[in-house]
């Protein structure tokens, strides 16, 4: 904000802190400010390679912004995002932590698949090339295979007839399945989802879930999404925190948070959305 102190920069995180068998995320007093709104205020919280988290709260409590972070799409202010023991703000060079450069985010970005409330697939694109394209450029993947591994993975979202199709002839939920099939293509470590079933019509929701669910029950990819589809968060998650005003007022296994809250912020959020 204008006339406001220019923050001071923040100390490099230690390199070497990490002893390799730690938690898959780590955010470690995480900060982020947009102006004067502080959205999050040294926020900690871990997820275990494998594990599903679900982050519920009322609207605006930072609960994106906590997978953009993730993402690289926005940066912190203050704190240190770990994914497998690396800072995404920073990369080794010896013994030393140095800031990022374009190629460690996109390193980091790699391991990390993201589908978003609308769907932004290419719309110039087929389906097989929305889902090829990153495989064949990024990753280095020939043609052929990035092509089956295209077939496989929209045969599991139900759509295996739709690879030639264009994605503006589709239902938003079949585009939904297409953007889930395109983030996985990538062989992410970490699936990120954000209101993924937001944008949809009604009617078209159950089946976007329920190739969630298929993908939770068959894979050991670590998931972490945003939603307000309390029966999916129940269904698919280890774990659900339940954010207000950028801070976890309670977190535990979906039977206690939904089955006996403790903290009166939930209750009354789970009352006002179920
Ligand atoms: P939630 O996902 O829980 O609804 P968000 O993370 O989207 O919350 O937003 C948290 C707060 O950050 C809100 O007050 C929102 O207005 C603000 N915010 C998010 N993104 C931006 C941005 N790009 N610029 C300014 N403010 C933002």
């Known amino acids: 904000a204008a006339g406001a102190p220019a923050a001071a920069p923040e100390p490099a995180p230690a390199a070497g802190a990490h002893d390799g068998d730690g938690p ?33 709260g009322p609207s605006g409590s930072g609960k994106t912004t906590i997978l953009r972070l993730l993402m690289t799409l926005e940066t912190v202010n203050g704190g240190v995002i770990w994914v497998n023991g690396d800072p ?59 092509d089956q591994r295209a077939e496989e993975l929209l045969e599991m979202v139900g759509l295996g007839d739709k690879i030639d199709e264009h994605p503006t002839r589709l239902s938003g939920g079949q585009q939904q399945r297409v953007a889930i099939a395109r983030a996985l293509a990538m062989r992410p470590e970490i699936l990120l989802l954000d209101e993924v079933t937001s944008a949809l019509d009604p009617e078209l929701v159950a089946g976007v879930l329920d190739v969630l669910r298929e993908i939770a029950r068959t894979t050991d990819i670590t998931m972490l999404a945003v939603t307000h589809e309390m029966g999916f968060a129940r269904d698919v998650s280890h774990r659900v925190l339940m954010f207000d005003e950028g801070q976890i007022v309670e977190e535990g296994p979906p039977e206690q948070i939904f089955g006996e809250p403790r903290e009166e912020r939930t209750r009354s959020f789970l009352h006002a959305v179920l």
Request: no cysteine; net charge positive; hydrophobic share 40%.
């Open 88 to 146: 995404l703000s920073h990369m080794r060079k010896g013994e030393r932590l140095v800031p990022a450069n374009e190629r460690h985010q996109r390193q980091v970005r790699r391991k990390i698949g993201m589908v978003f409330q609308q769907f932004n697939l290419f719309p110039n694109m087929s389906v097989r090339r929305n889902i090829t394209e990153a495989p064949v450029h990024s990753l280095g993947v020939s043609r052929e295979e990035a």
């Open 24 to 56: 898959l995320i780590r955010f470690e007093r995480v900060v982020k400010r947009f102006g004067d709104n502080v959205v999050l205020r040294e926020l900690d919280f871990n997820v275990e390679a494998g594990e599903r988290v679900t982050l519920i």
